[in-house]
């Protein structure tokens, strides 16, 4: 395979008016002698033979590439690798969080959240203790707890399940859920099309122990 | 080597000192040699409600600064010869306590006693941090009360975290004292029941404290209220100090009035 890499000086033209531009070539095309000229517009038969009497190259309707520095190519070719190295990175992040909310890393704690202690958790967690008074917890997946609940909850998972005393403040994505309905037995708190729906799951309370 | 104990209730008030002096002379009276020293430095109380205030000659912030020595400083009851104190400095404040410092005070101290009782400052600032830090066992004093309850709570939460002993991977002993029980109002269901006290906080139960007029006669007095024999709360501090010792003491129940039916049905005519 042989190769040649030339660079060769365009006049580029657009046909408008027929008689104008014949005009314009008999008294320019000496200059365009080794012109290649672009032509945009109608190409009439008469003005491919009028080319063609004054022996000029030409090529018609074609989009020319656009000289760029070979630094300015290999910067774009970086800019490339950078935007997919970071929209792969945010795919990364998303299937990260959805697997969190998918029931994975699930956590067991079995001491009891004291006042003042605040645990924030990415994943689920099952607590098997109280969270007293003046403790915080903070989630993103879901919860269980056993035992009553008189702290603060921040849960952002599918769902959450606890007895919550009248002192407590459950906060379930955002929305602040009544007390009254947590009181006395577990119950299931859920997110279904955008509705909190909260479910007491056994008639009678457990004990746990 | 002696045992450690802080006193400890994170709300002020509820009646620490007062329990610090009486477990102490109950201890004294049992027959085994203990100290009480005063860790609320820049208030100190204990010297008062001991009957001691007079007899303060140095502090424990200067034995510490090796000013004077333990045996200097230490102060004997006048009722039993098994209590001694050591006061608090009434002039420093709590960020004069050094960890270093306080750890040489107390491996000295219990070398020579049987039990170490500290009196921790209210709060969960440094001097209280300082208190718990080298304690093997601690008593926690509320009142049937839900703010007494969640300070006490927020104290054992900062021991189980911030105690020398937790760091070693050891467990630190807790102990839960309800002071001031009416049971009147237990039975109308205006006061915490001990139950659900115990229940928030998940410690042993030592003892519990009725409520008694005669304490803040017995603190102005200067003589802990243990020593009057027909005082409810004196009885409640003889009992706490008992198991202390180590003596099976049943739990009475100060949650139900002893007044009686008859008493009551006499009451109305009055």
């Known amino acids: ?209 | 080597m002696g045992i450690v104990i802080a006193v400890i209730s994170g709300k002020g008030g509820v009646g620490k000192t007062t329990a610090t002096a009486n477990l102490g002379l109950g201890i004294g009276l049992n027959e085994k040699k203990c100290v009480v020293v005063d860790f609320d430095i820049g208030q100190r109380n204990l010297d008062m409600i001991l009957g001691l205030e007079n007899r303060v000659v140095y502090d424990m912030v200067q034995v510490m600064d090796e000013e004077a020595t333990v045996q200097q400083a230490l102060i004997k009851s006048k009722v039993s010869e098994n209590l001694f104190f050591l006061a608090a400095s009434q002039s420093k404040d709590k960020s004069v306590l050094k960890s270093e410092k306080v750890q040489k005070l107390i491996n000295s101290l219990k070398k020579d006693f049987d039990f170490v009782i500290l009196d921790a400052p209210a709060g969960i600032e440094s001097g209280y941090e300082h208190t718990i830090e080298f304690a093997d066992a601690a008593i926690v004093v509320v009142n049937p009360e839900v703010s007494s309850i969640r300070d006490a709570d927020r104290a054992i939460g900062i021991l189980d975290s911030k105690s020398d002993k937790v760091k070693n991977g050891e467990e630190v002993a807790k102990y839960l004292i309800i002071n001031r029980i009416v049971a009147d109002m237990v039975e109308s269901g205006e006061m915490l029941k001990s139950d659900d006290i115990l229940e928030i906080l998940n410690i042993k139960l030592l003892g519990k404290v009725p409520e008694d007029k005669g304490v803040i006669d017995a603190s102005n007095q200067g003589k802990p209220v243990i020593l009057d024999k027909k005082s409810i709360a004196g009885q409640a501090y003889i009992r706490i100090a008992g198991r202390l010792c180590g003596q099976q003491v049943d739990m009475k129940d100060v949650e139900i009035s002893d007044s009686g039916l008859f008493k009551r049905i006499v009451g109305m005519f009055r």
Request: charged share 25%; proline share 2%; aromatic share 6%.
């Open chain 1, 1 to 209: 395979m042989k190769n040649n890499q030339y660079s060769v000086k365009i006049f580029e033209t657009t046909v408008e008016d027929e008689d104008e531009f014949i005009a314009f070539f008999d008294t320019n095309y000496a200059l365009f002698q080794d012109h290649l000229i672009v032509l945009h517009g109608n190409l009439s038969p008469r003005i491919e033979k009028y080319l063609l009497s004054k022996s000029l190259k030409y090529i018609h309707n074609v989009t020319l590439p656009k000289g760029r520095s070979r630094k300015a190519l290999e910067e774009d070719l970086l800019q490339r690798e950078r935007e997919s190295a970071i929209s792969m990175q945010i795919v990364e992040a998303k299937l990260k969080k959805l697997s969190s909310r998918l029931q994975n890393n699930l956590m067991v704690m079995d001491s009891m959240v004291r006042s003042g202690r605040e645990i924030s958790i990415e994943g689920d967690l099952l607590l098997l203790n109280r969270v007293n008074s003046g403790a915080t917890i903070n989630i993103t997946g879901n919860l269980i707890i056993t035992k009553v609940v008189e702290g603060a909850i921040r849960c952002h998972g599918n769902f959450m399940m606890l007895t919550a005393s009248p002192k407590a403040n459950i906060i379930f994505h955002g929305v602040e859920v009544e007390n009254d309905l947590l009181e006395n037995k577990l119950n299931r708190v859920e997110l279904k099309n955008n509705e909190i729906i909260i479910t007491p799951v056994l008639k009678k309370e457990i004990n746990w122990a």
